[in-house]
């Protein structure tokens, strides 16, 4: 079946302007989980949703990071006024739920670039 | 913070058995835990977890310590493909990935 999808694959974009990132989780999980990764280095929890809801946002950067989820499927992570820090791979995974026995499934993820 | 502990890097050669180490030495009784490994360019890519059991898939094998204070994944037998970053993590909520293992496999 289809796995976790995220577009763009690539973003480029200007200091100081706003972007949106989308992540499509598979079908039927309920669990939605954000990452970044800054060039060598490991993985940064941002957010996760259980539905809709964010349970916990303590691993947002700062408050110019936001991110919603609708309809239990696909969420975007926005970024505003965006700084040369944030450039990294936003990656996106979900999973059946947040028991701990789940495992994620990662998507391919989106390459930031601010210039 | 994460919370295991693993080398920074190992090396094996082709077509041998690769045993990673991870240390968890504050794990609590209803962390599992879980592997994954992260190919260049790509995203992380599940691997095996277990709780108290070892466990067997495709993939690999993991090897559970009794007191569940370490683990150990077992590549039976190491690909070139099998290069990769190893993280070992315990479950939670927010999944903390720590640095992981770069694994190098050698022709």
């Known amino acids: 079946g289809a796995g976790v999808s995220q577009s763009p694959s690539n973003k480029v974009t200007e200091k100081g302007k706003d972007v949106e990132l989308r992540c499509d989780p598979i079908?039927?999980?309920?669990?939605l989980y954000w990452y970044r990764q800054s060039l060598g280095q490991g993985l940064e929890f941002l957010i996760y949703f259980q539905g809709n809801s964010a349970p916990d946002k303590s691993g947002l950067p700062s408050d110019r990071f936001s991110a919603e989820r609708t309809g239990g499927s696909v969420s975007t992570l926005t970024i505003q006024r965006t700084q040369q820090e944030d450039s990294a791979v936003y990656l996106c995974?979900?999973?059946w739920g947040t028991g701990n026995s789940y495992e994620q499934y990662f998507g391919p993820g989106t390459r930031l670039t601010v210039t | 913070d994460a919370k295991t502990t693993q080398p920074n890097s190992m090396e094996s050669n082709e077509e041998e058995p690769v045993h990673l180490p991870c240390n968890h030495s504050?794990?609590?009784?209803?962390?599992?835990i879980h592997w994954y490994r992260q190919l260049p360019s790509q995203g992380p890519e599940y691997v095996i977890h277990?709780?108290?059991s070892n466990v067997n898939n495709r993939m690999a094998s993991l090897a559970i310590a009794e007191d569940r204070k370490s683990s150990t994944l077992i590549l039976h037998r190491a690909t070139l493909r099998d290069a990769a970053v190893y993280y070992c993590i315990l479950r939670d909520d927010k999944i903390i990935f720590g640095k992981g293992t770069r694994l190098h496999i050698l022709p």
């Open positions: 079908s039927g999980h309920t669990a």
């Open positions: 277990g709780l108290t």
């Open positions: 504050t794990i609590s009784g209803t962390d599992y």
């Open positions: 995974a979900s999973s």
